[in-house]
Structure formats: C-alpha cells, structure tokens
C-alpha cells in the first residue's frame, strides 16, 4: 500500500531530525550548567532557568496574557478571550520526597526537556494532562493539576498514583505506559487511550498492546480496562485520540472511539459488550495537499489521517448522532452516523457497503489542519487550528464552509497566545469552558525548545462569550430556522 511507505519514510526522516536535536539539546544543557543554572527551590533542581514569568503588568494571578493591556488600560472581552490557566518553560513532577526526585534524575528516569504535554481535561476542581512517552525520562504519562490554580507552573501530580504508572524499560502492561488523550464522559469518568508506545520519536517500541482505561473521578478507582486485541493493531499504529459515546445517560451503555492516526482507522469498544472492532473508511486517510506544514520556520510533512472526533447533539428520538470527524493532514470535516460505527456486525465484512455513508461535509480552507474538536451543549463546535495557532468554531446548525466558520485569535490580530493548540475540551460544568493545551510539538520535534521561553499553556474561555457576536452565536440563529439536512436521512435508518 503506498499509504504504509509514506508512512514508514516519514518516521525515517523524523529519526534524523530528532538525532540532530538530541546533539544541540545536549550541547545546550552544556552551556546551561556552565553558567546560567540558578536553583529555585525544590522544583527547579534540574539545569533549566527557574520558571518565573513576567506578567507584563497583568494583576490576577494566572489570567494576565502576554498580549494583553498593561494594568490601567481597559480591558475588552475581545483581548481577553482566552485566559491563561497554567504556563510552562518546562515540566516538573511531584514526587513525594525531594530525595525521590533527585534520584529520578540522577539516574535520568525524570528528564525534564524530554517531557511535553499533549492532552488536557478538566473536571470540577483538577485538570488532567497528559505526558506522552515520546522520549526517555518521562516519569508518568498521565496526571492532574489543581484549579483554580495556585502557582503559574505547578508540578504535575500522577494520577491516580505513582504506582499506577509502568516503567518503559520494564514494562508491566497492567499500568499506564503512554497516555495520549483522554475524554471526560457525562457518568463522571475519565477515559483515556494508552498507546502502549515508548520512544515515539526516537526509536519507537509499542512495548504494550494499546488500552483503554477509565477511571471514575468520584472515587480515583479504576473502572475500564480493555487491552486492544492483537489483529487490530496494525505495524506502525499510534492510537492517539479518544471519545466516549454514553447512549442516553446509561453509563453502562458507552462506546469509545480511537482513531489510529498512523494506520487511519477507528476502533470501537463497547462498555457492555467488553469487545472492540476496527472501523476502516478512505475518508479516515491524510490528504497529501495537507500535509505540508509551514510553522516557526519548519516545514515538514506530516501524513496524519483520522485524529479530530466530535459527537452532535442527539438528533433523532432514539438518540442516534453524528460523529464528525477529520484526519489531521486535511482540510475537510466528515459525518458518519454513531449507530453504523456501533453495529460490530458491519466491520469488517461490510466495510465496502457502508463506505459511502462516510460523508464530507465542507472544508475549513488552506492551512485549516486541525488536531481535535468537540461540541458544547448549543451545538457549537469548537476546534483547533495547528497550522493557524488559532481556535476555531461553528455552528453545527448551519452548513460547514468559510462564511460560517470564525477564528477568535485572527479576529484579534493574529496573536502568539498559543502555539500549535495540540488538544482542545469542552468541559461538563453547567457554564461551559473551552480548554486549550498548546505545545510547540514541531519545535520539540524538529528544532530546539528554548527553556528561557513559555513553551507550554493551558488556556480557557467561557464558550458562550466567546462566541457570542459572531457567526457561531446560536442565539441569533432561532429555531424557527429549518434545520439543515447535513447528513441524509438515509443514515439514520
Ligand atoms: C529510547 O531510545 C534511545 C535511543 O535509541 C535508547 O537509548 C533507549 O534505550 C530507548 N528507550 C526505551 C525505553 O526503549
Ligand atoms: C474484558 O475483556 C478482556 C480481554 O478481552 C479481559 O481481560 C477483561 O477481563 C474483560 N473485562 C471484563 C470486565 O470482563
Ligand atoms: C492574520 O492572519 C491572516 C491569515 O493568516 C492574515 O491574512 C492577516 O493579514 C493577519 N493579520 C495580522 C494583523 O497579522
């Protein structure tokens, strides 16, 4: 398959790419422990600057943007749509003794430039992140921070414990190995999808099979966890995105969905049935044309397919919905009804049958890749914009093309808020937030993270003022309007 080669040469030339920055990385650490190494207090006893930032005259504490007005001038909601919640130079853990960490460190378990936060969630009073194991000296791959935040950098703390996370040198795939990305479902339980991958950049080892796990955030106990069966895995898989479909508040009856970005399919587990199938379609496959990336200087070729997964509100009386989707090297969306995804009976036998219910839908436009997308409870859909560093939206009531989709940072004047927006939530409390992690994932990949610099943020906005006055408010598109039939009625029989 001419999909499986381009594949395998890209992963080549990141080998190389990643080879050169290992080389500069070192020589960096060098120079930083020459002369500019200042200790910090107990979170800071690696050779990296201290975290401290300058707010730039911002007062309250952890809502001051870079790019925002200075104390004193007024503040619009416009400038301050996205709140800065956590920012980062670099990553830390907290261990449960200092000595703990040192250790960590002197025997290079903990190495804090090799850690870089892709996923983010939020529930109540904690935000989840992940920590995948791209490179050695990740020490957890998945953990949470408190909110309302009390420091600007805080150190990540494993979740559930540290024991709940396996050692890539000698794994026990009975615990948390990488973490990619996680859902948050209406039963209060997180999801996550484990690609049992280590080394991702550097020389890849799926040293587990990849899992499913969920815990339930009332009591921190694990409830799910379902290993994916060998024929469903293909050579060069990464599972890498995961969302939950709870069929009408019966929390026994859910479905998650991951997208194996790297082999363009998805697999479908269901809760009750314990069992999971592959989902294939040619619309889970990258787009060359998108696959170009030109950010920070960089370019690359990324031949991502299936990644961005959003669930529509129920539309019909029995509950069924629309999956939206998108591979990430593509500037399209796609529809596919929930229940031919959650019929086992379909995969693989009639996977050539049901092709053409995979539907596109509109596109968002040149340099429109995205990463992940989801839906709040009035039926906007927010999503990221990686080759932008913006965040976009739209209402799913109206039909998916330009006129009908807006980004907030370009309507403020293309701001450096966030760079490459990796993950984005739409959280579960009664007034809605929209969260954002942003990475920098093409400079650790390809060139050199600077730790003088906020590398990492985590942001949110209230998802109703964000959209309100633009082309997303639903409020000022009223029921009386005719529901556009964006998937035929075909799909839902
Ligand atoms: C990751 O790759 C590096 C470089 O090839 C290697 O030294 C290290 O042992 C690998 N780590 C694991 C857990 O396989
Ligand atoms: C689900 O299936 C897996 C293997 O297919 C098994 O290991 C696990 O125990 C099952 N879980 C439950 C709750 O039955
Ligand atoms: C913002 O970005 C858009 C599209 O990338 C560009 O057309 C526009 O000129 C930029 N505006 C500013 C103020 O830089």
């Not at 120079?31 to 990296?48: D, F, M, W």
């Not at 414990?161 to 209406?186: F, M």
């Not at 508040?249 to 790297?262: F, I, L, P």
């Not at 409390?429 to 990949?445: A, C, D, G, T």
Request: hydrophobic share 35%; with cysteine; aromatic share 12%.
């Amino acid at each position: 398959m001419p999909c499986s080669s381009f594949v395998k040469r890209r992963r080549r030339s990141t080998t190389v790419a990643v080879t050169v920055t290992i080389v500069v990385s070192l020589a960096c650490l060098n120079c930083v422990l020459a002369g500019t190494y200042r200790s910090s207090g107990i979170y800071s006893a690696t050779a990296l600057p201290p975290q401290e930032i300058e707010y730039g005259g911002a007062t309250a504490y952890g809502y001051g943007a870079p790019d925002a007005p200075s104390v004193g001038a007024p503040i619009t909601r416009k400038s301050q749509a996205f709140q800065i919640v956590n920012q980062w130079k670099y990553l830390d853990f907290e261990y449960p003794t200092f000595g703990q960490r040192q250790k960590a460190i002197a025997n290079r378990e903990f190495i804090a430039e090799n850690n870089l936060p892709l996923g983010v969630d939020f529930y109540k009073d904690r935000i989840f992140i992940t920590t995948p194991r791209w490179k050695d000296g990740v020490p957890a791959s998945f953990g949470w921070l408190p909110y309302p935040p009390q420091e600007e950098s805080p150190p990540i703390r494993p979740y559930p414990n540290w024991e709940a996370h396996g050692d890539p040198y000698n794994p026990d795939c009975s615990k948390l190995i990488s973490v990619y990305r996680t859902q948050i479902d209406d039963c209060g339980r997180i999801w996550l999808i484990d690609s049992g991958i280590v080394n991702a950049t550097v020389s890849l080892s799926q040293v587990c099979p990849p899992k499913i796990v969920a815990f339930d955030l009332r009591t921190n106990q694990k409830v799910v966890q379902y290993q994916f069966p060998a024929d469903q895995v293909k050579q060069d898989s990464l599972h890498s995105n995961i969302i939950v479909d709870v069929h009408r508040n019966r929390c026994d009856d859910a479905h998650a969905y991951v997208t194996d970005v790297w082999r363009f399919g998805i697999v479908v587990y269901s809760l009750k049935k314990n069992r999971s199938w592959r989902v294939t379609n040619y619309n889970f496959s990258p787009d060359p044309v998108a696959s170009d990336f030109n950010v920070f200087g960089l370019n690359f070729q990324w031949l991502d397919g299936v990644f961005g997964m959003s669930l529509s509100l129920a539309k019909t009386p029995d509950e069924e919905r629309i999956l939206y989707f998108h591979p990430m090297a593509s500037f399209k969306e796609f529809v596919v009804s929930n229940a031919l995804l959650k019929d086992e009976s379909l995969w693989p036998a009639k996977a050539q049958d049901f092709a053409k219910y995979f539907l596109p839908i509109g596109e968002r436009g040149i340099n429109g890749q995205s990463s992940t997308s989801e839906i709040d409870r009035n039926g906007v859909m927010f999503f990221t914009q990686v080759h932008r560093d913006d965040v976009g939206c739209w209402n799913t009531k109206k039909p998916y093309d330009a006129t009908n989709l807006h980004r907030f940072l370009e309507a403020e004047g293309n701001s450096t808020l966030i760079q490459f927006p990796n993950d984005l939530k739409v959280d579960h409390e009664p007034k809605q937030s929209v969260w954002v992690i942003s990475n920098r994932l093409p400079v650790y990949l390809y060139g050199q993270l600077n730790y003088e610099d906020i590398n990492f943020r985590i942001l949110k906005a209230d998802a109703d003022t964000l959209v309100q006055g633009t082309v997303c408010d639903t409020r000022n598109y009223g029921h009386h309007h005719h529901r556009h039939e964006l998937v035929p009625e075909y799909l839902f029989h």
